[in-house]
């Protein structure tokens, strides 16, 4: 699903190294946390695993995409694969509830009918069948975020990954977020969140791969946060 | 994917960019306007030189199709003076006919022309100060320059106006023309690509966030160009559009007030200059809008 073989990552401009010689293997349906402190490499893993970023050595391998080999034009079938959510969620003002998750399906060409019948489903999913038109701007962070967790699995991807998802939101409105991530796991689809929240690691006792100076530290099965807040 | 399927994504796709393309020259208004100012003046320029260029061309072709000059005798010519010029024009190879025209007959055409100053000018009848001269009339025009030649050497004949003077003025006018033409369509074509591409940018700038969007959910490079391409062919249509209406209204109403002007020369008819600008003006406003947004997507655009 998602394999890091030796991958170290240094940024061309400015020669800092980012990630070095990390290695790991997501395998499918897995619900994983990533921690680390801030400037870690955590958003370079996963920038490298949506193909933001490449590798400087080593070998990304997510969804059968070999990304040191991946053609430009097979990049967005690559993005289709993967539902990613934002700390700032990312939608758009001008759009509906019901248009923000409708655009992720539009733009890769899916039908009216389709789109018809899937951002229902997944609106209802989250919890959001009553606010369907409503603009951003009129719903609470929760409510928002629970959005663009919809607009990430609207398309079914295999793997959802999550950078900081509860980062701007309340404990219980968190609380809720991740309830909502468990549920979405427990469907299948392979979960990886970058997370500073210590109560959810430690409470919901997944695996977690931490992250230190862009090395791979500890990679624990039913992990623990393992930093002080 | 089924054929049927495929058919109707790509129709599907093309009415997203055509309305996405539309929506962003509506919400980038001010930079929309600016860009079909510019096409506009531009275009206007261009096709008011060129219909010039045109006509002028055109106004040497009808000179060239008259295929005459005159011949003028010397002052003191007799009448057997008159025939033995005649015979020789006549055996010029490249001579098609010759009409004599005498300095009494005109004299009478300067009667009637200067009306006015009829009286003054029967004063000199007695003295008349005109020539005799025979028309040319010829074969090919491209004979013109050797027929005048052998004409001048015939004794007896003073002067030879050879038209091919006028009709090479009018061409090096012709050519100025069509090169100013050139040079007007390639700056000004360049300012509008500038502006159009600016204007794109900042359609580009304003649905940056979109643009991540769609990018991170699987939307191809392609997907995500078509609509700002389509945006500046847009942009290039209705300023090649609006600048088409402006030269035609120009040009017809002009046609009307020099007709009269011109008299026996004609110009070249409303209908077809519009048959010309508008195809013109349609292609080149979709290259230069289309070159417009290709241009800024390139430099600002990294999908």
């Known amino acids: 699903m998602i394999e890091f073989k030796n991958v170290t990552k240094v940024y061309e401009d400015n020669g800092t190294l980012a990630l070095e010689n990390v290695s790991f293997k997501i395998n499918k349906g897995e619900f994983v946390f990533l921690v680390g402190p801030s400037g870690a490499g955590k958003s370079t893993l996963t920038e490298l695993i949506i193909h933001e970023e490449v590798a400087t050595y080593g070998e990304v391998i997510v969804n059968d995409f070999i990304l040191s080999e991946i053609k430009k034009n097979d990049i967005p079938y690559l993005r289709r694969s993967i539902g990613m959510v934002f700390q700032d969620f990312r939608l758009l003002p001008n759009k509906t509830v019901y248009d923000n998750v409708a655009f992720a399906m539009q733009v890769i060409g899916a039908s009216r009918k389709e789109i018809r019948r899937r951002v229902p489903s997944v609106l209802s999913m989250v919890g959001l069948s009553e606010k369907a038109k409503m603009k951003p701007n009129q719903l609470s962070g929760g409510e928002q975020q629970r959005v663009s967790i919809a607009r990430a699995m609207v398309n079914n991807p295999p793997v959802i990954i999550a950078d900081e998802p509860t980062g701007n939101l309340d404990p219980d409105t968190a609380a809720e977020i991740m309830q909502l991530f468990e549920e979405i796991n427990r469907s299948g689809t392979t979960i990886l969140i970058a997370t500073h929240a210590k109560e959810f690691v430690d409470n919901m006792k997944k695996r977690v791969l931490a992250v230190e100076n862009g090395s791979l530290v500890r990679d624990e099965e039913r992990g623990g946060y393992g930093y002080d807040i | ?303």
């Open chain 2, 1 to 303: 994917m089924k054929k049927e399927a495929v058919t109707d994504m790509i129709f599907r796709n093309i009415q997203y960019f055509l309305v996405q393309g539309f929506k962003g020259v509506i919400s980038n208004r001010l930079m929309s306007i600016v860009s079909i100012g510019t096409v506009i003046a531009s275009l206007v320029l261009f096709g008011l030189c060129t219909l010039l260029g045109m006509n002028v061309n055109y106004f040497a072709d009808q000179i060239k199709d008259q295929c005459q000059f005159n011949v003028y005798m010397k002052k003191d010519i007799d009448r057997d003076g008159l025939r033995s010029v005649a015979s020789q024009l006549e055996s010029i190879d490249g001579v098609e006919s010759i009409t004599l025209y005498t300095k009494e007959d005109r004299f009478e055409k300067a009667k009637e022309d200067y009306d006015e100053q009829a009286k003054a000018i029967e004063i000199l009848e007695e003295n008349n100060p005109l020539r005799d001269s025979y028309i040319v009339t010829l074969t090919d025009l491209s004979e013109s320059t050797r027929v005048a030649q052998l004409a001048q050497q015939i004794e007896g004949v003073e002067e030879v106006t050879n038209r091919q003077d006028i009709i090479d003025k009018i061409l090096k006018v012709t050519d100025f023309i069509h090169n100013l033409s050139i040079w007007l369509l390639v700056i000004l074509v360049a300012i509008s690509v500038f502006i159009i591409s600016n204007t794109i940018k900042l359609g580009l700038f304003a649905r940056r966030k979109e643009i991540n969007i769609m990018k991170f959910v699987g939307a191809t490079n392609w997907f995500i160009r078509w609509p700002f391409i389509i945006e500046g062919a847009i942009l290039g249509v209705i300023g090649a559009a609006l600048a088409a209406v402006i030269v035609i209204f120009v040009y017809s109403s002009m046609l009307g007030s020099f007709s009269e002007f011109l008299g026996s020369i004609e110009l070249l008819s409303a209908s077809y200059a519009s048959k010309i600008i508008i195809y013109s003006f349609l292609a080149l406003g979709i290259g230069i809008g289309t070159i417009g947004s290709v241009l800024s997507i390139h430099k600002h655009l990294h999908v």
